[in-house]
């Protein structure tokens, strides 16, 4: 089966960086676009970024653009979120996440069917 698991979260000062690391399995990777979002307390879970299978396209939501950046290591079925000048309101639980049909680039969080089990990004002021 798909299996997803994340790593990289932790504690980071206002301005600092962060890089999360999704591990994927069960599956050929590189046929798959992968997803990244974000869920604070009391909020709805709220999309980030996403590339497509290749890595050429990639999807930002406006408030994290320029700042992170999304990419793929196919031949380690492995995506990555680089995270620069992290803000207060960028702290959340970070879910990485791939639909279950090959070749299409969702952006919605029902597009997408196989989740990872989250990481905690904490940025402090």
């Known amino acids: 089966q798909v299996q997803l698991v994340e790593s990289g979260g932790g504690l980071v000062q206002a301005g600092g960086s962060l890089r999360l690391s999704c591990a994927a399995s069960g599956r050929t990777f590189s046929t798959y676009a992968m997803g990244w979002f974000r869920q604070a307390p009391g909020k709805e879970r709220e999309f980030v970024a996403s590339?497509?299978?290749?890595?050429?396209?990639?999807y930002y939501a406006d408030s994290v653009k320029g700042r992170f950046t999304i990419s793929r290591d196919n031949a380690k079925s492995t995506v990555y979120l680089q995270m620069n000048s992290l803000k207060p309101e960028d702290s959340a639980v970070y879910y990485c996440?791939?639909?279950?049909?090959?070749?299409?680039?969702?952006?919605?969080?029902?597009?997408?069917?196989?989740w990872g089990q989250g990481t905690q990004v904490t940025v402090s002021a």
């Open positions: 996440a791939s639909p279950r049909t090959a070749w299409v680039l969702p952006r919605a969080a029902y597009e997408y069917d196989y």
């Open positions: 590339d497509s299978w290749s890595g050429e396209m990639t």
